[in-house]
């Protein structure tokens, strides 16, 4: 069955530095979108994908984030300068159009910043 | 805006027992409605979903959920908890005719006791 996967699965860095975050979607699927969740709290939205734009992004997705789909296969996330408070696990999620359809979630990946 | 509310951030019950998880919502319109299971270490799969049609919706491992419009509830129910049923649990919403953006809960983590 066609999953979704992320790369890397945990990933440790200083505070200022820069992170991607690596996500293949499934092959067929259209729309895409990073969530995070922070320890012990919700899952919530940062930014939706489609046809090599953002469609929607949410209060947290400032001007220190950004998203990219650089080869047709890949969808990035990339924080510029890390702070303590991005430590959360990201996961990638692809759906194949919109409608009832569903989100098809990665397993995430895990960002501690030190 | 949408809001949805999973009442107890734990739940614990015995093997072969009734598992209840509660999610209530707000919306002025019927909503797409989902419950997802995260085991630990892992991404969010999905259980079920309700968009129309047959307010009981059957899910996978046993799980089932009724959509109730009068009492804006969307429980998770499952007869007989395993072992294996231990994770944490969160209800969406997606409101219908608007962005495909869930809304997700705080999540529900079931503790099966043997």
């Known amino acids: 069955e066609p999953e979704v996967t992320q790369t890397p699965s945990h990933q440790v860095t200083q505070m200022g530095q820069e992170v991607i975050l690596r996500c293949v979607p499934i092959?067929?699927?259209?729309?895409f979108y990073w969530y995070r969740q922070i320890l012990g709290q919700k899952v919530e939205f940062l930014v939706s994908?489609?046809?090599?734009?953002?469609?929607?992004k949410s209060e947290i997705f400032d001007d220190q984030f950004s998203v990219e789909r650089p080869d047709g296969s890949n969808f990035t996330l990339k924080i510029r300068s890390t702070k303590l408070e991005d430590s959360a696990m990201y996961f990638c999620?692809?759906?194949?159009?919109?409608?009832?359809?569903?989100?098809?979630f990665g397993p995430g990946t895990r960002l501690t910043v030190l | 805006a949408q809001s949805v509310t999973q009442l107890g951030s734990h739940v614990s019950v015995s093997e072969g027992a009734l598992v209840l998880l509660r999610c209530n919502y707000s919306?002025?319109?019927?909503?797409?409605l989902f419950w997802y299971v995260q085991y630990p270490n892992q991404g969010l799969q999905l259980l079920l979903k309700?968009?129309?049609?047959?307010?009981l919706v059957k899910g996978i491992n046993g799980f089932e959920a009724e959509f109730k419009k009068s009492e804006t509830s969307f429980h998770l129910t499952k007869p007989s908890a395993h072992m294996s049923d231990a994770a944490e649990y969160f209800c969406?919403?997606?409101?219908?005719?608007?962005?495909?953006?869930?809304?997700f809960g705080r999540g529900t983590s079931l503790i099966v006791h043997p």
């Open positions: 999620a692809s759906m194949s159009e919109v409608g009832t359809d569903t989100q098809y």
């Open positions: 092959s067929n699927h259209l729309y």
């Open positions: 994908f489609y046809n090599n734009e953002i469609s929607e």
């Open positions: 919306s002025s319109v019927p909503p797409y």
């Open positions: 309700y968009t129309t049609g047959a307010t």
């Open positions: 969406a919403v997606i409101p219908s005719g608007g962005s495909y953006i869930p809304t």
